[in-house]
């Protein structure tokens, strides 16, 4: 029996929003600063003027507060509007313990499959399980602002 870290789970989550692919991805994306939680999810206790996504392979997001300082998220891997994106994620922990985010926008019927997937829980090792955990209920909350935004 080894003792390696074996995989841990990637979250998946999955919404339809109401809206063509092209606009979902532009909301997630370039409109996220209007929906994001940032009172219940951000890196710095200041005031938070904007959140920025650069939409561009090696792109940052970040959030930007009042005092002019900056908070990264990640960094954009794969830019192909409006079927995905990829980013590194990394708040509140360095650009060496990253994890994955993959954002697919599918149409289905009248609106847009929204998938996510956050990968790479592994880098945590023992804690793992339990970053993960926190995640998995913290998108729950997240999709759910997103979904309001577009849905209503």
């Given at each position: 029996m080894?003792?390696?870290?074996?995989?841990v789970?990637?979250?998946?989550k999955?919404?339809v929003?109401?809206c063509p692919?092209?606009?979902?991805?532009?909301v997630?994306?370039?409109?996220i600063?209007?929906?994001?939680?940032?009172h219940?999810?951000?890196l710095?206790?200041?005031?938070i003027?904007?959140?920025?996504?650069?939409?561009?392979?090696?792109?940052?997001i970040f959030?930007r507060?009042?005092d002019?300082?900056?908070d990264e998220?990640?960094?954009?891997?794969?830019?192909?509007?409006?079927g995905r994106?990829?980013m590194s994620w990394f708040?509140?922990r360095?650009?060496?313990?990253?994890?994955?985010?993959?954002v697919?926008f599918?149409?289905?019927?009248e609106?847009?499959r929204?998938?996510l997937d956050?990968r790479?829980w592994e880098?945590?090792g023992?804690e793992?399980?339990?970053?993960?955990?926190g995640?998995d209920s913290g998108?729950?909350?997240?999709?759910?602002y997103y979904?309001?935004k577009l849905n209503?």
């Amino acid at each position: 029996m080894s003792s390696m870290q074996t995989g841990v789970e990637p979250i998946q989550k999955s919404i339809v929003v109401s809206c063509p692919p092209q606009r979902a991805f532009e909301v997630f994306t370039r409109e996220i600063g209007s929906w994001w939680p940032i009172h219940e999810f951000r890196l710095a206790d200041k005031e938070i003027t904007e959140v920025v996504f650069e939409e561009k392979v090696g792109g940052r997001i970040f959030e930007r507060h009042a005092d002019g300082s900056e908070d990264e998220w990640g960094h954009v891997l794969a830019w192909e509007p409006p079927g995905r994106f990829v980013m590194s994620w990394f708040p509140t922990r360095t650009e060496t313990d990253t994890t994955e985010l993959e954002v697919r926008f599918t149409p289905e019927g009248e609106g847009t499959r929204v998938e996510l997937d956050h990968r790479g829980w592994e880098i945590f090792g023992a804690e793992a399980e339990k970053t993960r955990e926190g995640y998995d209920s913290g998108w729950n909350t997240v999709l759910g602002y997103y979904d309001r935004k577009l849905n209503g």
